[in-house]
């Protein structure tokens, strides 16, 4: 038998547990975390806005008008230089014309010479496809790397005996490169339209464009889209000399 001290009065209440409030909790302990993140990654400014990306463009451009300033101080040096190193330098007439003849090659002495200069630019802003060619995507209505590149190798097979792309003279180790629609080359950034001059027999130059199959490809854009092409003839150009430095870099093995 039961001692009924054993029994409470009334019906025994069973804790219940709440998940309803427990998952409230949790949310808005997230909602804070959140919170909490998004200040201090935004550090006070709109995430929503475009602000980061016009400061890393205005943050571009500065370093490239700043390169330029660069370029012109070093190449006032180098000329004062050669002028010191070329007034006894106890080389033979021989070694001299030995090393203009390098200087030559190497582009960083000036030429000039009749010369063709290539002009490439995006299509128009409402650029359609005209009749017969599927309508565009957003690729086919800007100027692209390998255009460019198809244009300045197409100008070395016609015998260019130096080449200018906007105002910086090419040499070996130029490299042209685009990001997005701009264009980086030693350097400096520049945009659409993009001009490149090449010093040399015109007939031999024209032909080489005329021959890449690289640029006839290119042409069927301009036919579609009305990508900017146009090839201007000069009866003298003279293209200045590669002032800025020729020092390699190049990976090196760790370890």
């Not at 009924?4 to 427990?22: I, Q, Y």
């Not at 020092?247 to 093995?253: E, G």
């Amino acid at each position: 038998m039961s001692n009924s001290a054993d029994f409470p009065e009334g019906p025994v209440r069973r804790p219940v547990r709440r998940p309803v409030r427990l998952l409230t909790a949790g949310v808005f302990a997230l909602a804070g975390l959140i919170f909490v993140t998004s200040f201090n990654t935004a550090k006070g400014t709109n995430l929503r806005t475009d602000d980061s990306l016009l400061k890393l463009s205005d943050l571009i451009q500065e370093r490239s008008d700043r390169n330029g300033v660069l370029e012109e101080s070093t190449a006032a040096v180098r000329r004062s230089v050669d002028t010191l190193a070329n007034r006894d330098d106890g080389s033979t007439k021989e070694e001299d014309a030995a090393l203009r003849g390098l200087e030559n090659v190497a582009g960083t002495t000036k030429v000039s010479g009749r010369a063709l200069t290539v002009t490439l630019d995006d299509a128009p802003p409402d650029a359609t496809a005209n009749p017969g060619y599927p309508e565009p995507q957003p690729n086919d209505l800007v100027i692209h790397q390998q255009d460019l590149q198809a244009v300045v190798n197409a100008l070395w097979q016609g015998g260019a005996k130096g080449i200018r792309v906007m105002d910086q003279r090419l040499i070996s180790t130029s490299a042209v490169r685009c990001v997005g629609n701009t264009l980086i080359l030693q350097g400096r950034v520049y945009s659409p339209p993009y001009r490149i001059t090449a010093v040399g027999d015109q007939d031999r130059l024209r032909e080489a464009l005329e021959e890449s199959p690289a640029i006839q490809n290119y042409q069927l854009y301009v036919q579609a889209y009305g990508l900017g092409w146009k090839v201007d003839e000069d009866g003298g150009t003279t293209l200045p000399g590669y002032t800025g430095t020729v020092d390699l870099h190049y990976a090196k093995p760790v370890g």
